[in-house]
């Protein structure tokens, strides 16, 4: 059985409270309050736990479109001819969504957690790192990447370079410049 159609009032709140979370995580981060979001969005408490019973789902409501994304990204990536580009290309891409909102670096590595495989945020972390995963592949066989790095620790070094660049005063300079050692320490040759 199909779930049935919101309504459009049920839609307009749903629409405003993702509108609402992603500038409320933009200001304080993703650990912003849910209740503050709610009363910024002009709803109730309780209509914003209808649309999103925990803080994954609200999370993954709004950073499913860079989920998906980064998804996209990843496989349109493994065309590439050259796998270390393709890598670095995609790290770029992720650190560029990384900051933004602020604190999404942190929640990835915490969704890559065993305590989240179940979650719908978890499901996400997984992919991740299932597509960073085949990109990494795909340069160690070319013999340009370490074999002894996974994707697991890659993301979780690059998800530290996010965090650090949230603080630096030219985020962007920033993780450039430490991806670039990054790749200095990864690289074969």
């Known amino acids: 059985m199909q779930p049935r159609p919101m309504r459009a009032d049920a839609r307009r709140n749903y629409e405003r409270l993702i509108s609402t979370a992603r500038a409320a995580f933009m200001e304080h981060g993703t650990s912003a309050s849910l209740d503050d979001i709610a009363r910024r969005a002009g ?23 860079r989920i998906d994304g980064l998804l996209a990204h990843a496989a ?16 770029r891409g992720y650190l560029d969504g990384a900051m933004s909102p602020r604190g999404t670096s942190t929640v990835i590595i915490e969704a890559m957690s065993a305590r989240w495989a179940a979650t719908r945020l978890g499901t996400a972390a997984g992919a991740i790192r299932d597509a960073v995963g085949g990109l990494l592949e795909r340069a160690q066989r070319a013999g340009a990447i370490r074999t002894d ?4 620790d890659l993301l979780r070094l690059t998800n530290a370079i996010g965090v650090a660049a949230e603080r630096a ?13 990054l790749f200095d320490g990864l690289r074969t040759r």
């Open 169 to 181: 005063p030219d985020p962007a300079g920033y993780a450039d410049r430490m991806l670039a050692l």
């Open 76 to 91: 349109q990536l493994m065309g590439e001819p050259d796998p270390e580009v393709a890598l670095a290309g995609w790290l």
């Open 149 to 152: 790095a996974d994707a697991a």
């Open 43 to 65: 709803v109730g408490s309780g209509t914003l736990y209808r649309h999103f019973p925990t803080r994954d789902d609200l999370l993954h409501a709004v950073l499913s479109e």
